[in-house]
């Protein structure tokens, strides 16, 4: 194989993995019009259109797919035996993209970003909105490297680690009626107007289903699609929410909120950080692994909000 061919197909298996002309041109420390003249040339040398434009996004031709089967396993291979001789956490210029709710970006951002001023400053991270129902496929397609949280119907190609368990706990208003009962009342849990955070937009969630159980249904009012907003809401209204007990760090709900036990079981949720399988061995991802269980552990281990492995 001729040395342009193998450089093109670098390129090629970038931009298939990246499923972005720009997003490959970040990979690989090139420009956007580099990759774009690459991409002419291998139009040329395999006489295919190989990517064709649908949007704003590309599409790879029947002629790409076949060849990116071909060639994923040894391009991988090939770059993760010079990933492990060339990666120095201090130096690398390597970029990430996690997938992660507000809740975790509070709890991970603030010391990650201060472990990575310290020992690895040309190192980016990219936070990227988390739906349980689209973890998976954002893995499978390469448009994040990590997912943390739970994800939705897995298969053998998602690898996972398992972080903490988080309980529910019920919050509202310091005024609201049901706060100065004491223990909650499930007929009146159920007939209070309930505020839910849903990151898909779906009203339905394991309160839900944890009341189906039961022959009971509530009623959810109003939807939110991140927890920071829910302080200022049931401040203002009689609404009540249901929320992980991770939640309850923020400072808002300690000043604004009561907290009581839901009148019923919801199962814990536990929590993962999540990988394809194709990065199991890429040196610079398994390095991003261990920082972030590191600093969730050592996060959790300040608050007490859940449990966590020894």
């Known amino acids: 194989m001729k040395s342009q061919e193998l450089s093109l197909l670098y390129v090629f298996d970038a931009i298939m993995t990246e499923t972005s002309i720009s997003r490959a041109a970040e990979r690989l420390s090139m420009t956007q019009p580099a990759v774009s003249n690459a991409v002419a040339k291998m139009r040329h040398h395999w006489n295919d259109p190989v990517f064709t434009k649908k949007g704003r996004n590309i599409e790879p031709t029947s002629f790409a797919l076949n060849l990116w089967r071909q060639v994923q396993a040894p391009m991988f291979d090939l770059s993760n035996a010079l990933d492990a001789r060339n990666f120095i956490a201090r130096e690398s210029k390597r970029k990430f993209r996690i997938a992660l709710t507000d809740i975790m970006l509070d709890l991970i951002w603030p010391p990650l970003a201060a472990y990575l001023a310290e020992h690895s400053p040309n190192i980016d991270v990219f936070a990227v909105p988390f739906t ?58 159920v007939k209070a107007k309930h505020l839910m955070v849903s990151l898909s937009g779906d009203a339905t969630g394991f309160t839900d289903h944890e009341l189906s159980k039961l022959g009971l ?94």
């Open 132 to 189: 349980m129902e689209s973890a998976a496929n954002s893995l499978r397609q390469a448009n994040v490297d990590l997912s943390v949280g739970l994800i939705s119907d897995p298969d053998s190609s998602i690898h996972s680690t398992w972080l903490f368990d988080s309980e529910y706990v019920c919050v509202m208003s310091k005024q609201h009626p049901l706060a100065k009962t004491g223990a909650l009342d499930m007929n009146a849990f």
């Open 217 to 310: 249904e509530r009623r959810v009012a109003m939807t939110v699609n991140h927890f920071a907003s829910i302080p200022n809401i049931l401040s203002e209204t009689e609404l009540i929410a249901v929320v992980p007990r991770i939640a309850v760090g923020n400072p808002g709900y300690a000043e604004k909120l009561t907290l009581v036990e839901p009148p019923m079981n919801i199962e814990t949720t536990s929590i993962y950080l999540a990988w394809h399988a194709r990065h199991d061995k890429d040196p610079a991802m398994s390095w991003m692994r261990k920082l972030l269980v590191n600093i969730i552990h050592q996060a959790w281990g300040k608050c007490g909000h859940c449990t966590r492995a020894p």
